[in-house]
């Protein structure tokens, strides 16, 4: 079982055991489903009806079909072995699905038209300690914040097939312990949640470049109290 500490996004409630899903999103949550435990990370895309969720304990990821009442039900196989992970992301299309761990590196798979899962090759790509990783709505990058003292964001470029690829300036810097990331419906501008020293917490604030790019604005932090 899990512990429920974040939600970004709505995506369900749980009850008796049970999630029940409600939109596309992630979540941290408490709950026991098929027997899957050590659960940290809930992803859903629910245009095609499809569940993961990234199980840090076993180096896993489970993978659910959704019915038409909302109950999942595990895929054969019911998990994927990958590496331990802390946050989970899929992309707007639905294809692919990605994994950061704070061991230092990012897990990339296909997502199939029965939604099972299939690593890419090569299965994984570094970055620092991922605390968290985000599909800009585009589907053509991700951003993965790296949570150290000196806290960067790294960045990606999705490729035909949804491998990653470093961009040509790899990462940029941010604040304190970054550990949530979230770009703008309209791709424009990235947001980072820093821990902060002290508990003095802060939001670094990017516009986004044709490229993908991470340019940070004028004013780079502003602050968010307490982490």
Do not use: W
Request: proline share 4%.
């Amino acid at each position: 079982n899990s512990s429920a500490t974040s939600i970004a996004g709505v995506v369900g409630v749980a009850t008796s055991g049970l999630v029940n899903c409600l939109s596309t999103g992630s979540a941290n949550i408490t709950a026991t489903v098929n027997s899957v435990t050590a659960s940290s990370i809930l992803q859903v895309y629910s245009a095609a009806h499809y569940a993961y969720s990234a199980n840090s304990g076993t180096s896993s990821v489970a993978q659910y079909t959704i019915g038409s009442g909302g109950g999942l039900s595990a895929m054969s196989p019911a998990t994927v072995a990958t590496i331990a992970a802390d946050s989970i992301a899929v992309d707007p299309s639905g294809k692919y699905l990605y994994l950061g761990s704070t061991g230092g590196n990012v897990a990339q798979f296909t997502i199939g038209s029965n939604g099972a899962l299939a690593a890419m090759s090569p299965a994984t790509v570094a970055a620092g300690k991922v605390s968290s990783i985000a599909v800009a709505p585009s589907g053509r990058y991700l951003y993965a914040t790296d949570d150290n003292t000196n806290g960067n964001v790294y960045q990606f470029t999705i490729g035909s097939g949804g491998v990653l690829t470093p961009m040509a300036t790899p990462s940029v810097a941010a604040g304190y312990q970054p550990v949530s990331i979230a770009v703008d419906p309209a791709n424009r501008f990235a947001y980072v949640l820093n821990t902060g020293s002290s508990g003095a917490g802060s939001i670094s604030e990017y516009r986004v470049g044709g490229n993908g790019a991470l340019t940070s604005l004028g004013t780079a932090t502003v602050s968010s109290g307490s982490q």
